[in-house]
C-alpha cells in the first residue's frame, strides 16, 4: 500500500507541475530570493563573529602585553541565576612601566619593549620655519621599530632628541631624507628635526604612516612618563609561542594592574592592541544586526508561507475534484507535498548560490580598516546550505497545511467543494491568534512608551513585528475593512470596469488580503527602518542647532590644539566667551527588567567657566557653573529619571579608559538627544583620553561677524595647523550626523531586504493574476470587453496598492509613535521625499505583479 500511495502521489505530484508552471514560477522566485537573502545574512553574521582587527603594527612581535579593555558587569536577574555582561573601553587603558621589567625579565623573552605612541603631524619644513604638505602619522620610539618590523633602508637610528627616522611613505610625502629637515607638530607645537634615517617596513600591512624619536624623547612628549601603552615582546630564538605565554603568565602571576588585569596577546590576538576600540564595535554591531537577521528570517518565512498556502488554496477546486473521484487524503498530501518540495528544492539550490554574491556584498559595506570581514573557503558554502536546508525542511509541512481544509473532506463533500466558491473566511485558529498578536504588539508600543532607551527601542521592534505577523494572518477581516473604505471610490469612479472590480473584490476577501500582505510587510517595514533613524537625527540636530551659541569654532590638526590657545581665544579682541569641548566616552552599569547591562556612551567634557555664552543644554535643575573639578556630573533628564537620581545624588560610572568614579550630580538638562547623556568637566576627562584630538574651542564674538572672527584668527597666527569657522550644530552634537556604519545598515535593511519585500510583491500578485485566467475568460465570453477587463485590473491594483500602502503606514505608525514620544518626547519623522519613493515603488511592483499577467488573461 505505501508503495502504491507513493506512485500515485509522485504521478498526481509530475502532471501538477506541468500544468500549474505559472504559479510554481512564482514561488519559485519569492523562495530562491528568500533563501538568497536568509544565506547572505548567515555569511555577513558568521564574518563578523570570525572577525578581529588585523596585525599590523606588531607584526614582528611574538606577544604583546597589555592592559585588559573589557570591563564585566554581574547582576542576578529576577528568578534566575547571576549573569555576566561584559563591553570593552572606548580609550586606551595603560600599563604601569614596571611591567616592562617584570617582562623583560622573564624565561624566554630576547627583547621587551615599551611601547608608546602619539598622533603628529610631519609636514617639510619651509624657509620662515613652518611645516608645508602635513601628513598625519603615528610618533613611535625607535627601539619599538622591531616590533612592526621596521629596518633602515638609509642614513641611522637617531640618537639626539632633534633627530627622527620616518617611514618611506613619509619621506616621499614630505620629500626628505636623510640629512633633511621636516616640521613635526606634536600636540599642536611644531618643532624642526633632522631625518637622520629613511625605514622601510617587511610587513605588508596598511598602518599609518610613521615617525620614530629617540625612546626619552618619545616618553617625555607621550606625557605619561610612569605608565606605558603597551609591551611588546620579542621571543629568544626556538621558543615557541606557547611556551612564551606561559612565561609571561608566570611573570605576570598577579597580572592586575589597578584595578584592570593584565593580558598577553599572541597570534592573531595581537590586533587587539593595535585597534583599541575594534572589537567594541564590532560588539555594538552584532545586536543590530542579528536583530536585523531575524527580521529578516520571519519576513522571509512570512513570504514564502504566503506564496505556498496561495498557490494550494488556488487549486483547491482541484484538489477537492480528485477527492471527489477517489484520492485518499494521504495521497493528495503527498502529493502536495511533492510539488511543492522540488519547487523549494530547485530553488533553494539557486538562492544558496545567489547568497554568496550578495553575502560578499554585504560584507563589504560592513567591513573597516579596524575591523576586516573575513570569508573562510566553508563559511559561504556554510551560510548557503544552511539557508536552502531550512527553507526546503519548512516547505513541505507549509504546502500539507495549506491543503488540509480540502484533503480532509469526504468525497461526497469534495464534490460540493469541488464547484462552490472559495471560503473567504479564515479559520477561528488564525483568527484568534492574529487578533491575540494585534493586542499584544499595541501593548508593546504602550510599553514603550512609558520606557526610555534601548528597551523602550526593543518594546517598539516587538511591536512593529506583532503587528506585520497580525495583518498576514487577519488579511480577509482587514481586506473586507479596506474594501468597504475603498470599494465606493472604485464603484463610482470606475464605472462597468469599477463595478467589475469592487464585486470581485467583495467575493474573494481571502484572495485580497494575501496580495495586501505582502505591501503592508514592505511598507511597515521601511517605514521603522528609514523613520527611526529619521526621527533620533532630526531630534539631535534640532537639539544641538538650539543648544549652540557659539559663532566660530577652533580645531586643530591631528596632534590637537596647542596649549595657550584657548587663552589666546579669550584674550583676542570681541571674544565674550570661549569653552574647550572635549570627546570621549563612558561605561554605564545598569539593570533592564532585571538583566545587567552595560552601556557604551559618548559624552563631551567641558570647561563650565563662560560656558552659558557658548552653549545652553537648557537646565531643568541645579547649575552648569557647578561642573568644575573631578567629581561631578551634569545628566541629560529622561537618563537621570530612568536612574532615580537628581541634583546632589552621585552616579557611579566607568571613564573611557575604564577608571572608576562616583560622580555628584550637579545639573539635570533637557537636550540631552543632540547632546549625550551625560556632561562632564573637560579636567574630568583629560587624564582618561587617548589623545586630544577631539578638544575644540566654542567661541562666541560680541557681533558674530567677519571682524571678529579676523581678530581670533590673528591671535592663533602663531599657532600652525589651528583653523577658525563658523560653528555648526555638528560641532557639539554627540554623535555624528551620518556614519558609514549607519549608511551600511541603512543600504542593507532597506535596500536589500526592501528590495526582497518587493519582490515578494511582484511574484505574490503575479501568483493570485495567475490562477484567476479562468475568471477572465468568463468575463470576456459575458460580453466584457478587453479594455474594460484591463481597467478592471487597474483599478484593482489601485486598490490593493492604497490599502496596502494606508495599512503598512498605520502598523508602523503605531511603533514609531512610541518610540519617538520615548526617545525624542516628538512625532516620529520621515522625508516626503523618501515616502514617496516607497510609494512609487510599491505601485510599479504591484502593478508589475498584476498586469503583466493579467493582461494575457484577459484575451
Same mark, same amino acid.
Given at each position: 500500500?505505501? @508503495?502504491?500511495?507513493?506512485?500515485?502521489?509522485?504521478?498526481?505530484?509530475?502532471?501538477?507541475?506541468?500544468?500549474?508552471?505559472?504559479?510554481?514560477?512564482?514561488?519559485?522566485?519569492?523562495?530562491?530570493?528568500?533563501?538568497?537573502?536568509?544565506?547572505?545574512?548567515?555569511?555577513?553574521?558568521?564574518?563578523?563573529?570570525?572577525?578581529?582587527?588585523?596585525?599590523?603594527?606588531?607584526?614582528?612581535?611574538?606577544?604583546?602585553?597589555?592592559?585588559?579593555?573589557?570591563?564585566?558587569? %554581574?547582576?542576578?536577574?529576577?528568578?534566575?541565576?547571576?549573569?555576566?555582561?561584559?563591553?570593552?573601553?572606548?580609550?586606551?587603558?595603560?600599563?604601569?612601566?614596571?611591567?616592562?621589567?617584570?617582562?623583560?625579565?622573564?624565561?624566554?623573552?630576547?627583547?621587551?619593549?615599551?611601547?608608546? #605612541?602619539?598622533?603628529?603631524?610631519?609636514?617639510?619644513?619651509?624657509?620662515?620655519?613652518?611645516?608645508?604638505?602635513?601628513?598625519?602619522?603615528?610618533?613611535?620610539?625607535?627601539? @619599538?621599530?622591531?616590533?612592526?618590523?621596521?629596518?633602515?633602508?638609509?642614513?641611522?637610528?637617531?640618537?639626539?632628541?632633534?633627530?627622527?627616522?620616518?617611514?618611506?611613505?613619509?619621506?616621499?610625502?614630505?620629500?626628505?631624507?636623510?640629512?633633511?629637515?621636516? %616640521?613635526?607638530?606634536?600636540?599642536?607645537?611644531?618643532?624642526?628635526?633632522?631625518?637622520?634615517?629613511?625605514?622601510?617596513? +617587511?610587513?605588508?600591512?596598511?598602518?599609518?604612516?610613521?615617525?620614530?624619536?629617540?625612546?626619552?624623547?618619545?616618553?617625555?612628549?607621550?606625557?605619561?612618563?610612569?605608565?606605558?601603552?603597551?609591551?611588546?615582546?620579542?621571543?629568544?630564538?626556538?621558543?615557541?609561542?606557547?611556551?612564551?605565554?606561559? #612565561?609571561?603568565?608566570?611573570?605576570?602571576?598577579?597580572?592586575?594592574?589597578?584595578?584592570?588585569?593584565?593580558?598577553?596577546?599572541?597570534?592573531?590576538?595581537?590586533?587587539?592592541?593595535?585597534?583599541?576600540?575594534?572589537?567594541?564595535?564590532?560588539?555594538?554591531?552584532?545586536?543590530?544586526?542579528?536583530?536585523?537577521?531575524?527580521?529578516?528570517?520571519?519576513?522571509? $518565512?512570512?513570504?514564502?508561507?504566503?506564496?505556498?498556502?496561495?498557490?494550494?488554496?488556488?487549486?483547491?477546486?482541484?484538489?477537492?475534484?480528485?477527492?471527489?473521484?477517489?484520492?485518499?487524503?494521504?495521497?493528495?498530501?503527498?502529493?502536495?507535498?511533492?510539488?511543492?518540495?522540488?519547487?523549494?528544492?530547485?530553488?533553494? *539550490?539557486?538562492?544558496?548560490?545567489?547568497?554568496?554574491?550578495?553575502?560578499?556584498?554585504?560584507?563589504?559595506?560592513?567591513?573597516?580598516?579596524?575591523?576586516?570581514?573575513?570569508?573562510?573557503?566553508?563559511?559561504?558554502?556554510?551560510?548557503?546550505?544552511?539557508?536552502?536546508?531550512?527553507?526546503?525542511? $519548512?516547505?513541505?509541512?507549509? #504546502?500539507?497545511?495549506?491543503?488540509?481544509?480540502?484533503?480532509?473532506?469526504?468525497?461526497?463533500?469534495?464534490?460540493?467543494?469541488?464547484?462552490?466558491?472559495?471560503?473567504?473566511?479564515?479559520?477561528?485558529?488564525?483568527?484568534?491568534?492574529?487578533?491575540?498578536?494585534?493586542?499584544?504588539?499595541?501593548?508593546?508600543?504602550?510599553?514603550?512608551?512609558?520606557?526610555?532607551?534601548?528597551?523602550?527601542?526593543?518594546?517598539?521592534?516587538?511591536?512593529? %513585528?506583532?503587528?506585520?505577523?497580525?495583518?498576514?494572518?487577519?488579511?480577509?477581516?482587514?481586506?473586507?475593512?479596506?474594501?468597504?473604505?475603498?470599494?465606493?471610490?472604485?464603484?463610482?469612479?470606475?464605472?462597468?470596469?469599477?463595478?467589475?472590480?469592487?464585486?470581485?473584490?467583495?467575493?474573494?476577501?481571502?484572495?485580497?488580503?494575501?496580495?495586501?500582505?505582502?505591501?503592508?510587510?514592505?511598507?511597515?517595514? *521601511?517605514?521603522?527602518?528609514? @523613520?527611526?533613524?529619521?526621527?533620533?537625527?532630526?531630534?539631535?540636530?534640532?537639539?544641538?542647532?538650539?543648544?549652540?551659541?557659539?559663532?566660530?569654532?577652533?580645531?586643530?590638526?591631528?596632534?590637537?590644539?596647542?596649549?595657550?590657545?584657548?587663552?589666546?581665544?579669550?584674550?583676542?579682541?570681541?571674544?565674550?566667551?570661549?569653552?574647550?569641548?572635549?570627546?570621549?566616552?563612558?561605561?554605564?552599569?545598569?539593570?533592564?527588567?532585571?538583566?545587567?547591562?552595560?552601556?557604551?556612551?559618548?559624552?563631551?567634557?567641558?570647561?563650565?567657566?563662560?560656558? /552659558?555664552?557658548?552653549?545652553?543644554?537648557?537646565?531643568?535643575?541645579? /547649575?552648569?557653573?557647578?561642573?568644575?573639578?573631578?567629581?561631578?556630573?551634569?545628566?541629560?533628564?529622561?537618563?537621570?529619571?530612568?536612574?532615580?537620581?537628581?541634583?546632589?545624588?552621585?552616579?557611579?560610572?566607568?571613564?573611557?579608559?575604564?577608571?572608576?568614579?562616583?560622580?555628584?550630580?550637579?545639573?539635570?538638562?533637557?537636550?540631552?538627544?543632540?547632546?549625550?547623556?551625560?556632561?562632564?568637566?573637560?579636567?574630568?576627562?583629560?587624564?582618561?583620553?587617548?589623545?586630544?584630538?577631539?578638544?575644540?574651542?566654542?567661541?562666541?564674538?560680541?557681533?558674530?561677524?567677519?571682524?571678529?572672527?579676523?581678530? *581670533?584668527?590673528?591671535?592663533?597666527?602663531?599657532?600652525?595647523?589651528?583653523?577658525?569657522?563658523?560653528?555648526?550644530?555638528?560641532?557639539?552634537?554627540?554623535?555624528?550626523?551620518?556614519?558609514?556604519?549607519?549608511?551600511?545598515?541603512?543600504?542593507?535593511?532597506?535596500?536589500?531586504?526592501?528590495?526582497?519585500?518587493?519582490?515578494?510583491?511582484? +511574484?505574490?500578485?503575479?501568483?493570485?493574476?495567475?490562477?484567476?485566467?479562468?475568471?477572465?475568460?468568463?468575463?470576456?465570453?459575458?460580453?466584457?470587453?478587453?479594455?474594460?477587463?484591463?481597467?478592471?485590473?487597474?483599478?484593482?491594483?489601485?486598490?490593493?496598492?492604497?490599502?496596502?500602502?494606508?495599512?503598512?503606514?498605520?502598523?508602523?505608525?503605531?511603533?514609531? *509613535?512610541?518610540?519617538?514620544?520615548?526617545?525624542?518626547?516628538?512625532?516620529?519623522?520621515?522625508?516626503?521625499?523618501?515616502?514617496?519613493?516607497?510609494?512609487?515603488?510599491?505601485?510599479?511592483?504591484?502593478?508589475?505583479?498584476?498586469?503583466?499577467?493579467?493582461? +494575457?488573461?484577459?484575451?
Amino acid at each position: 500500500m505505501p @508503495s502504491r500511495v507513493r506512485r500515485a502521489s509522485a504521478f498526481l505530484a509530475r502532471r501538477s507541475l506541468r500544468a500549474h508552471r505559472g504559479a510554481w514560477a512564482a514561488v519559485f522566485a519569492a523562495t530562491a530570493a528568500a533563501v538568497a537573502l536568509i544565506g547572505a545574512f548567515a555569511l555577513v553574521l558568521g564574518s563578523l563573529l570570525l572577525a578581529a582587527p588585523p596585525v599590523e603594527r606588531y607584526a614582528g612581535a611574538d606577544a604583546v602585553v597589555v592592559a585588559d579593555q573589557r570591563v564585566t558587569y %554581574t547582576a542576578k536577574p529576577w528568578g534566575s541565576e547571576p549573569r555576566t555582561v561584559e563591553t570593552y573601553l572606548p580609550e586606551w587603558v595603560r600599563l604601569d612601566r614596571s611591567v616592562v621589567a617584570r617582562v623583560a625579565n622573564a624565561e624566554g623573552v630576547a627583547k621587551a619593549v615599551a611601547d608608546d #605612541s602619539v598622533p603628529v603631524a610631519v609636514g617639510s619644513r619651509t624657509g620662515d620655519g613652518g611645516a608645508r604638505n602635513a601628513v598625519p602619522a603615528v610618533g613611535r620610539s625607535w627601539v @619599538s621599530a622591531a616590533l612592526t618590523p621596521y629596518r633602515l633602508s638609509g642614513g641611522r637610528a637617531p640618537g639626539a632628541p632633534d633627530e627622527v627616522v620616518v617611514d618611506r611613505a613619509l619621506a616621499a610625502a614630505t620629500g626628505s631624507g636623510p640629512g633633511g629637515r621636516v %616640521t613635526v607638530n606634536v600636540d599642536g607645537t611644531p618643532r624642526p628635526y633632522t631625518v637622520s634615517g629613511v625605514a622601510e617596513s +617587511s610587513h605588508r600591512g596598511g598602518g599609518a604612516p610613521a615617525v620614530f624619536f629617540t625612546e626619552r624623547r618619545l616618553t617625555a612628549l607621550a606625557g605619561h612618563p610612569g605608565t606605558v601603552d603597551a609591551v611588546g615582546v620579542v621571543a629568544e630564538r626556538g621558543v615557541p609561542v606557547e611556551a612564551l605565554s606561559a #612565561s609571561l603568565d608566570a611573570a605576570l602571576a598577579d597580572r592586575v594592574h589597578g584595578d584592570r588585569a593584565v593580558r598577553v596577546l599572541t597570534g592573531p590576538e595581537r590586533g587587539q592592541a593595535e585597534y583599541v576600540d575594534a572589537l567594541g564595535a564590532r560588539g555594538e554591531l552584532l545586536p543590530l544586526l542579528a536583530s536585523v537577521a531575524a527580521t529578516v528570517l520571519m519576513v522571509a $518565512l512570512l513570504v514564502i508561507a504566503t506564496a505556498i498556502s496561495q498557490a494550494v488554496h488556488q487549486r483547491s477546486g482541484e484538489l477537492a475534484l480528485l477527492r471527489a473521484v477517489g484520492a485518499t487524503p494521504r495521497q493528495l498530501r503527498s502529493a502536495v507535498g511533492r510539488e511543492v518540495s522540488r519547487v523549494a528544492g530547485a530553488a533553494s *539550490v539557486l538562492g544558496g548560490v545567489g547568497a554568496v554574491p550578495l553575502g560578499l556584498f554585504m560584507r563589504s559595506l560592513l567591513t573597516t580598516d579596524a575591523l576586516p570581514l573575513p570569508v573562510p573557503v566553508w563559511l559561504p558554502c556554510a551560510a548557503g546550505a544552511a539557508a536552502a536546508g531550512l527553507v526546503t525542511l $519548512l516547505a513541505r509541512p507549509v #504546502s500539507m497545511l495549506a491543503a488540509r481544509s480540502i484533503t480532509g473532506l469526504r468525497p461526497a463533500a469534495a464534490l460540493g467543494a469541488a464547484g462552490a466558491p472559495e471560503s473567504s473566511e479564515p479559520g477561528r485558529v488564525r483568527t484568534v491568534a492574529g487578533a491575540v498578536l494585534a493586542v499584544a504588539g499595541v501593548g508593546s508600543a504602550g510599553a514603550a512608551t512609558a520606557q526610555g532607551g534601548q528597551a523602550a527601542a526593543v518594546a517598539a521592534s516587538g511591536a512593529a %513585528t506583532s503587528l506585520i505577523i497580525a495583518v498576514a494572518l487577519l488579511g480577509p477581516w482587514i481586506a473586507r475593512v479596506a474594501l468597504r473604505v475603498l470599494g465606493g471610490p472604485v464603484r463610482v469612479l470606475g464605472g462597468v470596469s469599477g463595478f467589475l472590480a469592487a464585486r470581485s473584490a467583495c467575493a474573494h476577501h481571502r484572495r485580497l488580503g494575501a496580495a495586501i500582505t505582502p505591501i503592508v510587510l514592505v511598507v511597515a517595514f *521601511v517605514c521603522v527602518q528609514l @523613520s527611526a533613524g529619521s526621527t533620533l537625527e532630526r531630534a539631535a540636530d534640532r537639539q544641538a542647532a538650539a543648544a549652540l551659541r557659539a559663532d566660530l569654532v577652533v580645531t586643530g590638526p591631528a596632534a590637537g590644539l596647542p596649549e595657550g590657545a584657548a587663552r589666546a581665544v579669550r584674550e583676542a579682541p570681541g571674544v565674550t566667551a570661549a569653552t574647550g569641548v572635549l570627546r570621549s566616552g563612558v561605561v554605564l552599569a545598569r539593570r533592564e527588567l532585571g538583566d545587567p547591562v552595560l552601556e557604551r556612551l559618548p559624552v563631551l567634557g567641558v570647561t563650565a567657566s563662560q560656558l /552659558d555664552g557658548t552653549l545652553d543644554p537648557r537646565v531643568t535643575s541645579g /547649575d552648569l557653573a557647578d561642573l568644575t573639578g573631578r567629581d561631578t556630573v551634569a545628566v541629560g533628564r529622561d537618563r537621570a529619571a530612568d536612574l532615580g537620581v537628581g541634583t546632589g545624588d552621585t552616579v557611579a560610572l566607568r571613564l573611557g579608559d575604564g577608571t572608576k568614579a562616583r560622580l555628584r550630580v550637579v545639573a539635570l538638562y533637557q537636550r540631552s538627544v543632540g547632546l549625550g547623556e551625560f556632561m562632564l568637566p573637560r579636567e574630568a576627562l583629560t587624564g582618561h583620553v587617548g589623545s586630544p584630538r577631539g578638544l575644540r574651542i566654542l567661541v562666541r564674538t560680541a557681533d558674530g561677524g567677519a571682524e571678529s572672527a579676523a581678530a *581670533v584668527r590673528r591671535a592663533l597666527a602663531p599657532y600652525a595647523g589651528v583653523r577658525v569657522r563658523a560653528a555648526t550644530a555638528d560641532d557639539v552634537r554627540i554623535a555624528p550626523a551620518s556614519s558609514d556604519q549607519g549608511d551600511a545598515l541603512i543600504v542593507i535593511g532597506v535596500g536589500v531586504i526592501g528590495g526582497f519585500a518587493l519582490l515578494a510583491v511582484i +511574484s505574490t500578485l503575479s501568483l493570485i493574476t495567475v490562477g484567476r485566467g479562468p475568471e477572465f475568460r468568463l468575463l470576456r465570453m459575458v460580453g466584457a470587453g478587453r479594455r474594460q477587463v484591463r481597467r478592471m485590473l487597474v483599478l484593482e491594483t489601485g486598490l490593493v496598492a492604497v490599502a496596502g500602502l494606508a495599512i503598512g503606514t498605520l502598523v508602523a505608525a503605531v511603533p514609531l *509613535v512610541a518610540f519617538a514620544v520615548s526617545m525624542t518626547g516628538s512625532l516620529p519623522y520621515l522625508s516626503p521625499q523618501r515616502y514617496g519613493a516607497l510609494a512609487l515603488a510599491v505601485v510599479v511592483a504591484a502593478g508589475l505583479g498584476t498586469m503583466r499577467r493579467g493582461s +494575457s488573461g484577459g484575451r
